[in-house]
């Protein structure tokens, strides 16, 4: 009954409506899809027909030379393993920081707490780009120019990734931590064998937010990062017209084979991300 | 108590910290799962921000070689900085208005059509509702250089992809990257592309979470659905747009990857894609005025500042 009522008056317009509505979703759909369609098809194709009319989305012809031009003329490879690596290990060790200032937050009472928590909250509206001068100076100072620190330890434990591990932390039973307890548990015991098993969810969102950022990150990369063997994706596919005399097909291939993990990783969990992601937005 | 005490008696010494460790861990051990984030948060934030400050009011006069120790020299200048940002730089005003644009741009279109496109998506009955939850975030986790690279070809004046739909359209195709008219424009689109899709889901995320029966409660008060949108669903997403619009206006004053790859390490013609992250990267990685560049960190941090609790107080009139 509530039900018949409820479609009467939303849905109200009907059929033809509804197909309207269809097809205005698939549009959007399409229009988003388009310039990744491109992408793929211009690395299959000749330099000389992506300069040429009539254009068209899909390739007159097939080819595979970009992607033979790709790992045979330019450090792709290496940029590749080295973004694998930077991102890998800031991400580790990001996430399990971030989960232990959430748990901090969330599970134990001590002095300073809300000021501790305020300073998170601060260096969220504080834009890292202010940062960019001093914190290259420091990297001079220590060293780091060059080399995966630089890339790896600044900034590592993000507010955001803090917050959101505080809000799942607390759902954690307080029961189950104070049984380990009388089971004469410490408490990194209890962190690594009760909370953080708990919390495996909020783990992956974090890890994944916290790879796609670190993987897709290009001013600082670009900043710190001078020797192109050294370089991460980002830069390397940015400088690829340069140096290397590359073709627009060839970077297209890089493109899309740079872009191919993230998205995959993506569609494997996009309903955990999304809700991750948007939580916080709706509470407000 | 007294058997506290026999024991501490009995093994003086060497237990005498695990044991002060097993009754007072529960107290210290907050401190040392926060020790990451208070080093990190030192090191990494607070004293940069006090060196970027300390750098604004000085002057680059010079660089010391490495051998002799390497480092800066410095020389005292007040507030030149500021005054000359404020009153005499005209790339640097053009910078602000640029981000004004693009910020407009991002309220004012991509806004509406988020909403819209989560309305859409929220309805009964609508298809590909994984689909576009896919296709919509699928732009916002590309590199932005990768986005950037991909709309040079759509860009592109002859062979462009953007220019040959406007063609078949009977439309004659614009310098979208060449005409400086045409700059912002192309800027936004290619806005519009990564994050219409992700801000309608945040939208989406927002009315799913408004409460059925209280518009079904409305309607049956003989509400409209005009009216029950105005009055129960909107107010609902009220911190959604708070948050998605204060993120787009920071994202605004802080693009950088895009401008910089689609004009070539450049600003594009005559500044049209100059924006105030680009421009302190100019300033103090290419022309090392470092001082300068950190005037110009402090200042849009002021304005982004200033743009927030303005949203915050106008959201909060908003909900009186």
Redesign the interface.
Known sequence: M?LK???A????PGRVN?MF??S???I??L??????I??IT?SFRQQGE??????T?MPREWHGHNYVKLFGDTHFVIWYGNTIFTAGLRTALGVY??A??G??FAK???RF?RF?FF??LA?L???F??????????M?DFGWVDTYWAVI?????AAFN?FLMRQYIEAVPDELMDAARIDGA???GI?HRIILPLVRPALGVVAILTF?NT??D??WPL?VLHDDTKYL??IG??TMDGPYDVE?GA??AA?FL??LP??IV??LM?RQ???G???????? | MSARALTTADNPQPFALADWWSRNQRKVIPYIFLAPFLVSLLVFTVYPAGAAFFLSFQRVRGFISPEEGGGVVLEYKGLDNYERLLTKDKRFRTAIINGAEFALGTVLIQMPIALGMALLMNAPHIRFKVLARLAFFAPYITSAIVVGWIFTLIFQDRYGLLNAALNALGLEGVGWLTNKAFVMPALIILGLWTWCGYNSLFFLAGLQNVPDDLKEAARIDGANTIRVFWHITIPFLRPVFVFVVITGLIGSFSLFSQPYLLFDSGAGPGDAGLFPVMYLFFMGFENFRMGYASAIGYLLTAIILLITGLQLLLFRLWRV
């Open positions: 509530h009522v409820k479609r008056n939303i849905m109200g509804l509505m269809n205005v979703v698939l959007g759909v229009l988003t899809a388009i310039p990744f491109y992408m211009a992506l300069y040429s009319l009539p254009v989305i920081f971030a232990l200032a748990a901090a134990y009472e001590f707490k501790f300073l998170v260096t509206t504080l834009p780009q202010v940062l960019l001068v001093p914190l290259f100076l420091m001079v330890v600044p900034g590592i434990v803090i410490s408490e990194f962190f796609v993987w897709n290009f001013l900043i994706l980002s596919i940015a627009i970077i297209m493109s740079s872009t993230i998205l993506f569609i996009q991300i999304i809700a992601l948007t939580q916080g937005a709706i509470r407000g």
